[in-house]
């Protein structure tokens, strides 16, 4: 059994060699994924494998966040930039300062945009 999941991986290697004009990013199994499935990000985000916890970070909800310690898959996505937090969750990802323009109430977005 462990010599089939060595050939495997070293079939991967070697089909991921062969195609020197893609990158590839691995996910938590070790499977290539193409980093053009994650061209369809927004501005400000990146395709990256995160992990479950901590969730994502929203204006309302920057601070730091505690996991427990366990084993977890990461899952490819696009997400926020370092420094840049989604403005809702599903919404857009803006800077810490923009995050001051959002009114929340118990972490609800209460007016979309306050001038």
Same mark, same amino acid.
């Given at each position: 059994?462990?010599?089939?999941?060595? =050939?495997?991986?070293?079939?991967?290697?070697?089909?991921?060699?062969?195609?020197?004009?893609? $990158?590839?990013?691995?996910?938590?199994?070790?499977?290539?994924?193409?980093?053009? $499935?994650?061209?369809?990000?927004?501005?400000?985000?990146?395709?990256?494998?995160? #992990?479950?916890?901590?969730?994502?970070?929203?204006?309302?909800?920057?601070?730091? #966040?505690?996991?427990? $310690?366990?084993?977890?898959?990461?899952?490819?996505?696009?997400?926020?930039?370092?420094?840049?937090?989604?403005?809702?969750?599903?919404?857009?990802? =803006?800077?810490?300062?923009?995050?001051?323009?959002?009114?929340?109430?118990?972490?609800?977005?209460?007016?979309?945009?306050?001038?």
């Amino acid at each position: 059994m462990r010599s089939l999941v060595v =050939v495997f991986f070293c079939c991967v290697a070697a089909t991921v060699a062969q195609d020197q004009d893609t $990158e590839y990013l691995f996910s938590g199994i070790g499977l290539p994924i193409s980093q053009e $499935e994650g061209n369809d990000c927004g501005p400000n985000e990146v395709y990256d494998c995160v #992990y479950p916890c901590p969730p994502l970070k929203t204006c309302a909800d920057r601070e730091e #966040y505690s996991c427990l $310690e366990e084993v977890m898959f990461c899952e490819f996505q696009c997400v926020c930039k370092p420094g840049f937090y989604l403005n809702k969750p599903g919404g857009v990802c =803006v800077t810490e300062k923009q995050c001051s323009k959002f009114k929340f109430i118990n972490k609800f977005l209460i007016n979309s945009y306050l001038d």
